[in-house]
Every structure is written in C-alpha cells, then in structure tokens.
C-alpha cells in the first residue's frame, strides 16, 4: 500500500483526480489518531484510516464527490460504534478534499509567442495541456508539468487523437495551417471550446472558406474569433494570452459549476459543531501535516 504522500504526487503529475482523507478530530477510541490520511481515486486507495466500517464509508464519499465534479472540500462527523458499528465505539471527524480535478484537456496549436506565454498560464490552472507544433525550436526548454509537447510534421493529425469534450486553440504561425485545422475540428464538432486567433477580418475570410467546404453556419457559429475577454485589452503576448486564458476559465466554471458543491472552510468552527456537545467548550484545531 502506497504512502499517501507519494500515490498524490503519482496522481498529480498523472492528472488523475483524487481525494485526500483526513481524520482531523477524534473522541474515544478510534481506529487511528488524528492526522492519519489516505488517497481515493476512482478505482485506488492508498494509505489508510483504519480500516473497518469507517473507511468504506470514506471511499464511499470520496468517489460520489469524483463522479459528481465536487471541487469544494466537506466535512463529515462518524460516530463510530452507534451509525458504523465499529468496535471501538469513538468518534472521528473526516475532512474530504478534491485533488487535482481537471477542468479541461485543452489542446494549444502553435508554439509562436502568444502561445509560449499562454501555455504557462494553463498549466498552472486545473487542466491538462497538448502543445503542438510542426516547429521542434520554437518549445522553450522546460516544458511546464502538465503539458505534454507534441512536435509533429502534421498537426492536423493530431486532431483525431484529441478526447471528446476537448478545449481546442489554433494560433500556428500560418494562415493556411490555421484553416485546415479549423475544418478539422469543426468538421469533428464534439469540442467543449474552439478558439481561432485572429481579427474580425480574418473571421470573414474563414467564414467564406469554411462554408465552401460544406461545413454548417451552425457549426462555424461554434468558432471563437476573434478570442477572448472582451473586458481584457491590450497587444502584448501576455496582455492577449490572458484573455484567452480568462475566457478559458470561464468556459469550464460554465460546465463544472452545477456539480460544485462547496462547504464551510475547516476551520475551528466547523469541526467543533461536529464534535459531540461535551468537546465543543474544547476542541482543539491540529495540523494536517
């Protein structure tokens, strides 16, 4: 059984959602003391609580806030002998916290200057990053954890690779690129998000191109371009690429926010109303870590 720590990390860098279990108070006689983690994704535990009744109850929990997108962390107090029928008969306050959810598989075409600082601003939001250029010198160096370079001779092939759902950006650095990747994806239509770079103009243009390929008006409708937040101006790479980030944000907060379902903070508070009335004058707050 895997430490707790390393199995998060593992999942972290694997982009594999998961929960991290706490027991943060106890009472009496609990399978293990405060402080005590494990790890629950979808099909894996790592680490433990202690077993028994408790901790089926933990994965139980763990997977439905999985399956329904939770983001917000939840509290939840067990009295160990009387709802569980655990032996030792204590009582154990569980603090569930969403890890590494991601929002979007998002798929950046083109490694020009708007996208090398826009990639960076992605990889450090809860998605998991494609970048693809036909042009190996144009990645930087380091490649930001999360995003997975892809240096191709044709990047319209990787379009069919992309999952369902996917967040598409095209900005290469050539126009006729920029087309046949558009008719790609549109051509696909099962994107969450498809931006285009470019100006009103160059709008029109894909538009006339587009349509004479026989692809819907619905379907081009589909088409962000130009790209971005309206209220975010400016023409420096920075300026822009935080737009489209921000659009990008808004995009799957759109999607993701009617599973959300947030608690209070787990604080003091908090876990003192979860604690029976004889430890509420006293409980105390312990470190996680």
């Known amino acids: 059984m895997n430490n707790w720590i390393s199995a998060?990390?593992?999942?972290?860098?694997?982009?594999?959602?998961?929960?991290?279990?706490?027991i943060i108070e106890e009472q009496g006689s609990t399978p293990r003391?405060?402080?005590?983690?494990?790890?629950?994704?979808?099909?894996?535990?790592?680490?433990?609580?202690?077993?028994?009744h408790l901790e089926f109850k933990a994965m139980d929990i763990a997977r439905e806030m999985l399956s329904t997108h939770t983001q917000g962390p939840h509290l939840q107090r067990f009295s160990l002998g009387a709802s569980l029928g655990q032996c030792c008969g204590g009582v154990a306050v569980l603090l569930f916290e969403p890890m590494c959810q991601v929002q979007a598989q998002i798929a950046v075409f083109g490694a020009g200057h708007v996208a090398r600082a826009l990639v960076p601003l992605l990889a450090s939001l809860p998605c998991r990053v494609r970048w693809i250029d036909s042009?190996?010198?144009?990645?930087?160096?380091?490649i930001p954890d999360g995003v997975r370079k892809i240096?191709?001779?044709?990047?319209?092939?990787?379009?069919?690779?992309?999952?369902?759902?996917?967040?598409?950006?095209?900005?290469?650095h050539n126009h006729a690129l920029?087309?046949?990747?558009?008719?790609?994806?549109?051509?696909r239509n099962d994107f969450t998000y498809f931006g285009l770079i470019g100006s009103k103009t160059k709008r029109m243009k894909f538009e006339h191109r587009l349509h004479e390929r026989g692809i819907s008006a619905a379907h081009v409708q589909r088409m962000r371009c130009p790209m971005g937040l309206n209220e975010v101006?400016?023409?420096?790479?920075i300026e822009i690429a935080i737009s489209i980030a921000g659009e990008v944000i808004a995009t799957y907060n759109a999607h993701f926010g009617q599973h959300t379902a947030c608690t209070?903070?787990?604080?003091?508070?908090?876990?003192?109303?979860?604690?029976?009335?004889?430890?509420?004058?006293?409980?105390?707050?312990?470190?996680?870590?």
Not at 135 to 142: G, I, N, T, V
Not at 151 to 162: F, G, H, R, W
């Open 233 to 237: 101006k400016g023409k420096l790479p």
């Open 135 to 142: 042009r190996e010198q144009e990645f930087p160096a380091l």
């Open 151 to 172: 240096a191709t001779e044709d990047p319209v092939d990787e379009i069919n690779e992309l999952p369902v759902g996917c967040y598409c950006i095209v900005m290469t």
């Open 178 to 187: 920029d087309l046949e990747l558009s008719a790609a994806l549109l051509k």
């Open 8 to 22: 998060l990390a593992d999942l972290q860098q694997q982009g594999e959602p998961c929960v991290l279990v706490t």
């Open 264 to 289: 209070a903070p787990a604080g003091v508070e908090p876990i003192k109303q979860l604690l029976p009335s004889s430890r509420r004058g006293h409980a105390t707050h312990r470190e996680l870590l």
């Open 33 to 52: 003391n405060a402080g005590s983690k494990m790890v629950i994704s979808a099909s894996r535990i790592f680490d433990t609580i202690g077993g028994g």
